[in-house]
């Protein structure tokens, strides 16, 4: 994969809004020297509000294509919503497992201040929510490979999570290297999905 073809750019609002975003949760993550499973909660939780907006944004566009084929589709609204239940079921049980697994690891290592996880995930929220207006305002008459929008939130968030699980063996003496490298990861895919 070449990094220099992926349009990153400090014009597009929805990437300053993304940047902006993890820079809010790194400067609380220092100001209130949280642990690795606050901040993986937190992503945990900004996981499923990328997996929410896929669904309205899969909802939302008008053309598809298979990946083999040709064709474009239009399906309507009615004829998408198996799709979406279909992704929210997978979705929903990897994260619920995921969830299981920090509840297992929470209990022995942590305490989670909850009002600085739900302040960062409104962040995220409303950075998602700027994200899917905008980019649903400049792609929703283009053709989307149906395909791809079933896979592409996991390419987005596994290797988010994956960074996290090494953080576990590092504590908080390397909690902001992980951070900055969430944020060069989350940057990086935001890039190839609307590319």
């Known amino acids: 994969m070449n990094l220099m073809k992926i349009p990153i750019s400090f014009r597009d609002a929805s990437f300053l809004s993304l940047l902006f975003s993890n ?28 997996g929410f907006f896929h669904i ?53 290592f942590s305490y989670l201040d909850t009002n600085y996880i739900l302040l960062a995930l409104l962040v995220f929220f409303i950075n998602h929510f700027f994200s899917y207006v905008y980019h649903l305002i400049k792609e929703r008459d283009k053709v989307h490979d149906s395909e791809k929008m079933m896979i592409f939130p996991y390419a987005r968030i596994i290797p988010m999570h994956f960074t996290f699980m090494f953080g576990i063996f590092f504590g908080k003496s390397m909690i902001i290297i992980f951070l900055l490298l969430k944020t060069i990861a989350d940057v990086v895919m935001h890039g190839i999905e609307h590319r």
């Open 23 to 50: 820079l809010i949760t790194i400067i609380l993550a220092i100001a209130h020297k949280w642990d690795v499973f606050t901040v993986m909660w937190i992503y945990w939780g900004q996981s499923i509000i990328i």
């Open 56 to 108: 309205l944004t899969f909802l939302s566009f008008k053309k598809y294509k298979l990946k083999k084929s040709p064709r474009i589709y239009e399906p309507s609204f009615i004829s998408k919503l198996p799709f979406a239940f279909f992704f929210m079921l997978h979705y929903g049980l990897f994260h619920a497992g995921y969830a299981f697994f920090l509840i297992m690891l929470d209990a022995f």
